[in-house]
Nanobody
Framework: QVQLVESGGGLVQPGGSLRLSCAVTGFTLEYYDIGWFRQAPGKEREIVSCISSGEGVTSYADSVKGRFTISKDYAKNTALLQMNTLKPEDTGVYYC???????????RGQGTQVTVSS
């Protein structure tokens, strides 16, 4: 059975950092792409970052380039999203998904709330 279990969200002040984890069971992360999208009230769903299968090619939304870093921990079969220099506009529920799509994904985590506020 495939499961994506997320952790790492929370409340942080502007300029702070959080690291999201997405622990995968049921398939080997090395052979699949994965990523995160976020959903904020009143806003469209936005793909934040993706990492490909194989070589692990990464991609980022323009809004997070230079601040977020996505990676895979193959030993733990876990995807990671390091978020630095957080801004209030980063607030939302973050979902890990595979394949990395805002719609039409096969698997999705339960979501984790990220709130950036002073």
């Amino acid at each position: 059975q495939v499961q994506l279990v997320e952790s790492g969200g929370g409340l942080v002040q502007p300029g702070g950092s959080l690291r999201l984890s997405c622990a995968v069971t049921g398939f080997t992360l090395e052979y699949y792409d994965i990523g995160w999208f976020r959903q904020a009230p009143g806003k469209e769903r936005e793909i934040v970052s993706c990492i490909s299968s194989g070589e692990g090619v990464t991609s980022y939304a323009d809004s997070v380039k230079g601040r977020f870093t996505i990676s895979k921990d193959y030993a733990k079969n876990t995807a990671l999203l390091q978020m630095n220099t957080l801004k209030p506009e980063d607030t939302g529920v973050y979902y890990c998904v595979s394949p990395c799509r805002a719609l039409g994904y096969n698997y999705r985590g339960q979501g984790t709330q990220v709130t950036v506020s002073s």
